[in-house]
């Protein structure tokens, strides 16, 4: 199971082996949408990872993965959000990982991929963030459309990024 939360380990400093630092950024670079990260990869598991709710499953336990945040709130967006929906905030840890695995030569790489949040800069709300977006094609936004922790993570690895 794939998971976003994995490259926290590369940036606070917990994986140090550059293999295996190598081996999880290479991992969650299938979670990466523009502007945002999966939770979960689209794929079957060998570990079944059922949504339980009121005592009925609301997702296929083998292939968990949920890509549209969407519907009521207790039967769909729940389910949703740890299985395949895409956050803003964890994004940019994506890119400070490339850099601190593969050095300078990576800034410009990461960069790139950091800015590719424009999309949402220029159709939400001005100067803002949204908190997620499907997982699935056309990566709507969704949750809260204005999230200071998706803003305040993209801009500081922003100037991780620009400083030399």
């Given at each position: ?7 926290f ?14 081996r999880i ?5 299938r979670?990466v ?7 979960l990869d ?17 997702n ?77 094609l ?15 993570e ?5 100037s ?5």
């Open positions: 199971h794939i998971r976003c939360n994995q490259l380990a590369v940036t606070l400093g917990a994986v140090s082996d550059p293999e295996k630092c190598r950024i290479s991992d969650t670079s979670l949408i523009p502007g945002a990260i999966r939770t689209h794929r079957r598991v060998d570990y079944q990872l059922p949504v339980w709710h009121n005592g009925h499953c609301l296929d336990p083998s292939n968990p993965y949920w890509g549209k945040y969407c519907g009521p709130e207790d039967t769909s967006r729940k389910a949703a959000y740890h299985n395949g929906t895409a956050w803003c905030w964890p994004f940019p840890s994506y890119c400070e990982a490339l850099v601190i695995c593969g050095g300078k030569e990576e800034k410009q790489r990461a960069l790139a991929i950091l800015l590719s949040v424009k999309k949402y800069f220029e159709t939400q709300v001005a100067g803002e963030l949204p908190e997620v977006a499907d997982g699935d056309p990566h709507a936004p969704g949750g809260c459309s204005a999230q200071a922790w998706s803003v305040s993209f801009y500081r690895v922003y991780m990024l620009t400083s030399d």
